[in-house]
């Protein structure tokens, strides 16, 4: 069943909705020394699944390493709201703790992703 949420960062200057074609899929957390820094909690859509409504132009880019991914965020209250997968660059993560109505403590275990191990991976080649 398709389900459309919609999010906000903190301040509320951005809104994004994420179409969900079977629900919150691959939720996880990632070891990477940027996502470890951010303890965000992330689920994945395809880039057509995910649309900033409001606020694009106070979206911030940040990019590291090998420059592939781009990772957004609210350049007035300073949160993740989503970024393009470097693995995957066909596929958003974003940040489930910002979507109306999900707690993020009520999720129960989230895996942790090892996006450490894949930039040493990257990086050495
Ligand atoms: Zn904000």
Redesign the pocket.
């Known amino acids: 069943m398709i389900e459309v949420k919609s999010g906000t960062?903190?301040?509320?200057?951005?809104e994004f909705e994420v179409r969900l074609e079977n629900g919150l899929e691959n939720i996880r957390r990632c070891s990477c020394s940027l996502c470890s820094r951010k303890g965000a909690v992330m689920a994945r859509v395809p880039l057509c699944g995910l649309k900033v409504t409001r606020g694009a132009d106070?979206l911030s880019l940040y990019q590291w390493n090998t420059k592939t991914a781009k990772h957004y965020f609210?350049s007035?209250?300073g949160?993740y709201t989503h970024h393009q997968r470097r693995s995957n660059p066909n596929e958003y993560g974003f940040n489930v703790a910002c979507l109306d109505g999900v707690d993020i403590n009520e999720l129960g275990d989230i895996p942790v992703g090892d996006g450490r191990l894949m930039s040493l991976i990257q990086a050495s080649i």
């Open positions: 960062c903190h301040c509320g200057e951005v106070k609210c007035t209250c949160i």
